[in-house]
């Protein structure tokens, strides 16, 4: 799926050069396997929510689930 241009320049300003990781959903306990954007962008959305930072949160969401729509169903939905 296309994203829009801020959420790719959202994705642009993102360090998305990490090693993958495993992430666990803190609530179902359930797991997946996100690459180096997939953890970056997962982070941000932790951290925009911990700031009530609400449209960043959103948008950050947004391309997480057009990116990883299986995993956003584990860890986000």
């Known amino acids: 799926m296309k994203l829009t241009k801020k959420e790719q320049e959202l994705l642009n300003d993102l360090d998305t050069t990490g090693p993958s990781e495993v992430i666990q959903n803190p609530y179902s306990g359930r797991s997946v396997e996100l690459d180096g954007t997939g953890v970056a962008l997962y982070d941000f959305i932790k951290a925009a ?3 009530g930072l609400h449209n960043d949160t959103i948008l ?18």
């Open 60 to 77: 950050a969401k947004t391309a997480f689930a057009k990116l990883y729509p299986n995993e956003y169903m584990i860890l986000i939905d």
């Open 49 to 51: 929510g911990a700031f």
